[in-house]
């Protein structure tokens, strides 16, 4: 084949391709606790419009009081401290991107991309995305932030071509400082949906890598079973549990230990994922083995830094 055939095959190819690429402009995210809100935000900087929905005006004002705490944190390292009137631009800015809203299905009517960051309960998100995958246009891209549930069966309640479009997009907390993503690739996700959300996330300044859906991804999948081998070591008692946190934040690098981490992370969360992994039954036995002290704390209602006590006690 000459060359300037095949060259016009490809240019054919590519602009095709391109065509296909969803561009995001605007974004709705379901859910304003602290990571939902976290995820407004980034986005609301990086000059996207947001909406954030809740079901309650009252969940909505808590994620807008989040969001005006960290930003204020955001321009001061942007633009240092003394520089107030640029500061106070770039926030009035990033505020003036974002609407808020308490009906799902009318926020997602005319949005290119709905994150979900509601309750780790499969039923609850199934329910949602069901809701959603009838008002959304049928470009829109679906994301969920699970952090312990399989993408793939998330996405179920959606139509074929929905689940097409639909991925993980899985943040850190805290969100506005935690510079990765993960982009959860389901077996059916579309590379130029992919492509789409690489952009997005490059856009609002974070780092995406690429995963498979399977239980954890890859940080969870790593940091969990560590975390839950630090309560082990409190189960038999080899250690303090400041000794364990001090041990690994001066012996190998980590800025939290993991019994600090995981009251950070919630310990009812860590729970959740441990026992959810134990009943897929997909990871080794060992890794999953429950902890008296977690399973404990959760019994008493100590669910870490969020209910004022965990493996340790914080003051209000
Ligand atoms: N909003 C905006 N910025 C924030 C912030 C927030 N809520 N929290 C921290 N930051 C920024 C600060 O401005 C600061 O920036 P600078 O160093 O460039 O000036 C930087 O983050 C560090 O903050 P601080 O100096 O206040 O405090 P630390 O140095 O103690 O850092 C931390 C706090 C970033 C939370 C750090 O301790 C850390 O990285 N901890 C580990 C967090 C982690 O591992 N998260 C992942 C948990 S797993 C998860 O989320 C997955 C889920 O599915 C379970």
């Given amino acids: 084949m000459r060359a ?3 060259a016009n095959i490809q240019k ?9 690429l969803k561009h995001i402009n605007s974004v709705t995210v379901i859910g304003a606790g602290l ?3 976290g995820i407004v935000q980034v986005a609301a900087q990086s000059n996207y419009n947001v909406t954030m929905v809740d079901t309650s005006d009252a969940a909505l004002k808590n994620g807008q009081s989040i969001i005006a705490k960290s930003i204020k944190r955001v321009a001061k390292k942007k633009f240092g401290e003394e ?22 299905p009318t926020a997602v009517s005319a949005t290119d991309l709905v994150v979900e960051a509601i309750v780790e309960n499969i039923d609850t998100k199934q329910a949602l995305f069901k809701a ?17 549930l399989p993408v793939t069966l998330i996405a179920e309640t959606t139509s074929a071509d929905r689940q097409s479009r639909f991925a993980g997009l899985h943040f850190f907390n805290p969100v506005p400082a935690m510079k990765l993503v993960e982009i959860v690739r389901t077996d059916v996700l579309k590379d130029e949906v992919y492509e789409s959300l690489v952009t997005f996330s490059r856009n609002t300044g974070k780092t995406p890598v690429e995963c498979k859906d399977t239980p954890g991804f890859i940080v969870n999948r790593l940091l969990v079973p560590y975390m839950m081998e630090a309560f082990r070591i409190l189960d038999r008692g080899d250690a303090k549990a400041k000794d364990i946190d001090v041990a ?22 860590m729970k959740f994922i441990i026992d959810g992994w134990a ?8 890794l999953v083995t429950p902890s008296k002290t977690l399973d404990d704390l959760v019994g008493q209602g100590k669910l870490g830094r969020k209910s004022g006590a965990g493996v340790y006690e914080y003051s209000k």
């Fill in 12 to 20: 054919a190819a590519f602009s095709s391709s391109a065509r296909q």
């Fill in 248 to 269: 690994m934040k001066l012996g190998a690098g980590m800025p939290m230990g993991p019994l600090e981490l995981a009251d950070f992370v919630g310990l009812d969360t």
């Fill in 4 to 6: 300037s055939v095949m």
């Fill in 132 to 148: 959603l995958d009838q008002a959304a246009p049928s470009d829109t891209i679906f994301a969920s932030n699970t952090s312990s």
């Fill in 279 to 286: 009943k897929e039954g997909k990871i080794e036995e060992a």
């Fill in 83 to 104: 520089n107030t009137s640029e500061q106070q631009a770039f926030i009035d800015k990033a505020m003036s991107n974002i609407t808020v809203s308490t009906d799902a």
């Fill in 35 to 37: 990571m939902g809100s």
